[in-house]
C-alpha cells in the first residue's frame, strides 16, 4: 500500500482544527483517527480466534517497550503485529516508548543505533527519535546521513518528544513539516510548560494550512487516555485540540511493573475501569455515572456483552471506548465539512454538546491562545 497524498479540505479559523484528506492505493479516508495499539492489537487477536470481525481501522501503532532488567528494547513482537497490519491494508507506524529519563539521556548516537535496527527489519516508515537538544543544523546533517540507509521503498519517520528544548523545537519542527509525509510526536502531561509551549507551536503551524494545501500526518503518541485533572476528557480529543491526525495513547507494560502493582490492576472491580460517555464526550466510572443518572452503565454494558466475541469484560470496554471515541471523531468531522462556511459553528459545537471537550477546550485552549 502506498500514501500517495494527504491534503487539506478546511481549516476551521476559530478552532484551529484542521480536516485533512488521505489518499492512498487503496483507501481514502478523512484525519482524526485512533490507531490500534498493543492492547487493541491482542482484542483483535482473541476475536480473530473466536472469527469475528475486527476494528476498521486505517492505522496501527505498535508501542516498542524497553525491558529494566536486561537493559535492551524488546523487538519480539513487531515482525508478529506488522504481518496483521499488512494483510488487513493498515499503515504499521512502531516507535519505542520511551520515559521521561529515557528521553533526557537520548544521544544522536543512540538514536541512530535504534533507527538501523528498526530499517532492517523491512518497515515502510521507520522511526528515528530526535534528542531533545537536537538544533536543526545538526539534525539536517544527521537525517542526511540516516536516509542513506534506506531502500527506496521505505521513508524516514521522525518522532520528536514534546519535552524538546524549547528555543530549538519550533524552527527543527517546522522545517519537517515542511520537509515529511507523516510526523511523530511522543506526548507528555499537559501541565509541563515546556509541553505546553511545544504543544502550541504545533497547533499554530498546522493550523495555518490553507484548502488544497498538501499536508504531513502528525502522529500524537503515549499520552494519558484519559485527562483526569480536566474533567476526565478523552485524550484523543484533547490531543486532537493541538493539531494530531492520527493517535495512540500510552500502552502498559506489565513486565517492568511490580508484583504488588500487577496484583492490584488485576484484583480492580470492574466498576472502576473507566468506560467513556459519548454523551459527554470523557470517560467516567460506573459509581460516579451512577451517583448522577442512578444508572451503572459499566454494568449495564457488560449485561449485554456476546460472550462469544472472545474478549474478556475488561477487552470488551477497552473495544467498546474505542469504538466510542472513533464515532465521536467521524461526527466531528463530518460538522467541520457541513458548517465550513460558519466561522463560530465548530466551536459552539464543542461548547454546547460535549461537556467534558467543553471543560477542556475552555480551560487549556482558550486560556492558552495568549501564549505565543
Not at 176 to 196: P, R
Not at 254 to 268: A, C, Q, R, S, Y
Not at 316 to 323: E, G, K, L, M
Request: charged fraction near 25%.
Amino acid at each position: 500500500m502506498i500514501l500517495k497524498k494527504i491534503k487539506t479540505e478546511h481549516t476551521d479559523k476559530k478552532t484551529g482544527m484542521v480536516l485533512k484528506r488521505i489518499t492512498t492505493s487503496e483507501w481514502e479516508t478523512h484525519n482524526h483517527k485512533i490507531a490500534v495499539n498493543n492492547s487493541l492489537f491482542n482484542c483483535e487477536k482473541s476475536r480473530i480466534e473466536n472469527q469475528k470481525p475486527i476494528l476498521p481501522a486505517h492505522f496501527q501503532v505498535y508501542h516498542i517497550f524497553f525491558n529494566k532488567k536486561k537493559k535492551i528494547w524488546n523487538f519480539d513482537r513487531v515482525a508478529e503485529s506488522k504481518a496483521h497490519s499488512s494483510r488487513v491494508g493498515r499503515f504499521y507506524l512502531p516507535f519505542q516508548q520511551r520515559n521521561a529519563n529515557q528521553w533526557s539521556g537520548l544521544t544522536f548516537q543512540e538514536a541512530e543505533a535504534d533507527f538501523q535496527e528498526l530499517v532492517n527489519r523491512g518497515l515502510t516508515f521507520v522511526p528515528y527519535p530526535v534528542p531533545l537538544d537536537a538544533d536543526l543544523e545538526k539534525w539536517r546533517e544527521r537525517k542526511a546521513d540516516a536516509l542513506t540507509f534506506l531502500t527506496p521503498s521505505q521513508t524516514l519517520f521522525p518522532i520528536f518528544c514534546t519535552k524538546h528544548q524549547r528555543d530549538l523545537f519550533e524552527e527543527i519542527f517546522n522545517y519537517e513539516f515542511e520537509n515529511s509525509k507523516l510526523i511523530g510526536v511522543q506526548c507528555y502531561g499537559l501541565n509541563d510548560a515546556n509541553t505546553l509551549l511545544n504543544l502550541t507551536k504545533i497547533k499554530l503551524r498546522n493550523q495555518m494550512l490553507q484548502t488544497g494545501d498538501e499536508a504531513p500526518l502528525l502522529i500524537g503518541l503515549n499520552y494519558e487516555k484519559v485527562l483526569r485533572s480536566l474533567s476526565c476528557v478523552s485524550g484523543n480529543f484533547a490531543y486532537s485540540c493541538y493539531g494530531f491526525d492520527v493517535l495512540s495513547c500510552r500502552q502498559m507494560n506489565m513486565e517492568n511493573m511490580p508484583t504488588e502493582v500487577i496484583k492490584n490492576m488485576i484484583g480492580k472491580e470492574i466498576e472502576e475501569i473507566m468506560r467513556y460517555d459519548r454523551v459527554l464526550g470523557g470517560f467516567n466510572r460506573s459509581a460516579e455515572q451512577e451517583f448522577w443518572d442512578d444508572i451503572n452503565m459499566t454494568r449495564v454494558f457488560l449485561e449485554n456483552v456476546d460472550v462469544t466475541q472472545g474478549l474478556t469484560p475488561y477487552q470488551a470496554i477497552q473495544w467498546a471506548n474505542h469504538r466510542g471515541q472513533q464515532k465521536d471523531f467521524d461526527i466531528l468531522n463530518d460538522y467541520i465539512l457541513e458548517t465550513a462556511y460558519d466561522e463560530n459553528a465548530l466551536l459552539n459545537f464543542i461548547n454546547n454538546n460535549k461537556e467534558k471537550w467543553a471543560v477542556f477546550y475552555k480551560t487549556k485552549i482558550m486560556q492558552t491562545a495568549g501564549v505565543i
